[in-house]
C-alpha cells in the first residue's frame, strides 16, 4: 500500500470540499477500498473519512416514503422493520449479498458505488480500460463466463457487482447529492450508474467531489417482493444472474437484473410482457444482447430465474 494523508470531516460540504483534492477519495467501511488499495488497483494520496457525518439513520419522508442515510449500514437497512415490510426486494437483496460481517461494515453509498470484481480489473498485469483508460480490455476474447451480456461496449464487458443497486432500481431510489459549494442534486438511480461507452473507468454520473448524503425511496408500490440470486456457491459469491421483481395480483410489476450489464438492468418498456411470461419479458428486457460463447447461459438462466418467481408470485 503507498502512503496516504487522512482527514476527518465534520459536515457533508466539508467532505465535498475535502474531496476536491487531487487524489481524494472518502472512506467509509472501507470494505472495497481498503481491497483496491492493498493491491494498487487504487493508490489515492488522501483519504477523507466521513463516517461521523449523522449520516446512518432511516427516516421516513412527507411522501410516505423512506430516507436512507448514505452511512446506514447493510445490516440495519436489511433488518429496519419498515424496509422489511414495505420494500422485501431490497432486504432480500442485501442479506444475499456478502457476508454477516462485511454487511456489518458496508454502508448504502458505498455499495453503490463498488467497483466491479472482473477478473481483469483485479489483475494488473492485465490491460483493463476501467482500470486504466485506452490500455485495452483483456476480458473480451478472455474468459467472459461472469461478465456482460447486455449494455457492454468494444471498450468494457465488465458487469456491476451490487446487490443492492439491482433492488433500488426496482424501486426506483433517488440518490441525494451535495457538492464542495453546497449545491445538492437528486439523480434518479436509472442515471446513476453509466453503461461503458468508450469511458469505462467512469461507474456514476456523479460529478468530481460530489458526496452522497442519503439514497430515498418512493412510497411503496405494495405486491409481492422477490430477489433471487444465482451463483456459483450459496454464499460471499457475485450473481451470474440475479433478479429483483415487484409483482402485483394482476401479474403486473417491475424486473431489475444483476450479473448482466456494467449497471443494474432494467428496460421499463418491457415490463408491460410480464403478464405473458417470463419467456416474452426476458426476450423484450434482454432485446439487444450480445453474449460470447462462455456467457450465452445466461440469457437462458436469465428467464428460468423470472418463471421461478412469476410461480412462486401465482402460488
Not at 41 to 59: Q, Y
Not at 178 to 184: M, N, P, S, V
Not at 187 to 198: K, M, S
Amino acid at each position: 500500500m503507498r502512503p496516504f494523508t487522512y482527514e476527518r470531516v465534520r459536515t457533508p460540504s466539508e467532505a465535498a470540499a475535502a474531496a476536491q483534492r487531487p487524489g481524494a477519495r472518502f472512506i467509509a467501511g472501507g470494505t472495497n477500498l481498503l481491497d483496491l488499495m492493498k493491491l494498487q488497483i487504487e493508490a489515492p494520496t488522501h483519504l477523507v473519512d466521513v463516517n461521523h457525518l449523522g449520516l446512518d439513520r432511516i427516516e421516513e419522508t412527507g411522501e410516505g416514503g423512506l430516507r436512507i442515510g448514505a452511512l446506514v449500514r447493510n445490516t440495519d437497512l436489511a433488518a429496519d422493520a419498515r424496509v422489511r415490510r414495505d420494500y422485501a426486494v431490497l432486504s432480500r437483496a442485501l442479506l444475499a449479498g456478502a457476508s454477516g460481517q462485511l454487511r456489518n461494515k458496508a454502508t448504502t453509498a458505498g455499495n453503490l458505488l463498488q467497483r466491479t470484481r472482473c477478473p481483469y480489473f483485479y489483475d494488473t498485469a492485465q490491460p483493463c480500460n476501467k482500470r486504466q483508460p485506452g490500455s485495452g480490455c483483456a476480458a473480451i476474447g478472455g474468459i467472459t463466463r461472469q461478465l456482460a451480456v447486455i449494455g457492454s461496449s468494444d471498450a468494457c464487458i465488465a458487469t456491476h457487482p451490487s446487490d443492492m443497486a439491482v433492488a433500488m432500481r426496482a424501486l426506483d431510489a433517488i440518490v441525494e447529492t451535495i457538492d464542495g459549494e453546497g449545491g445538492e442534486r437528486r439523480i434518479p438511480i436509472a442515471e446513476f450508474h453509466r453503461l461503458p461507452g468508450d469511458t469505462p473507468h467512469l461507474d456514476t454520473t456523479l460529478r468530481s467531489g460530489e458526496f452522497i448524503t442519503a439514497v430515498t425511496l418512493p412510497a411503496p408500490v405494495g405486491g409481492r417482493h422477490f430477489y433471487r440470486k444465482v451463483r456459483d456457491r450459496a454464499s460471499y459469491a457475485f450473481a451470474l444472474v440475479s433478479v429483483a421483481a415487484i409483482v402485483q395480483p394482476d401479474g403486473s410489476g417491475r424486473v431489475a437484473l444483476g450479473g448482466v450489464a456494467h449497471r443494474p438492468w432494467r428496460v421499463e418498456a418491457a415490463e408491460g410482457e410480464l403478464p405473458r411470461g417470463a419467456r416474452a419479458a426476458m426476450v423484450a428486457i434482454l432485446d439487444g444482447a450480445r453474449p460470447t460463447h462462455e456467457n450465452a447461459f445466461k440469457l437462458r438462466l436469465a428467464e428460468r430465474t423470472l418463471a421461478g418467481v412469476l410461480d412462486e408470485a401465482r402460488s
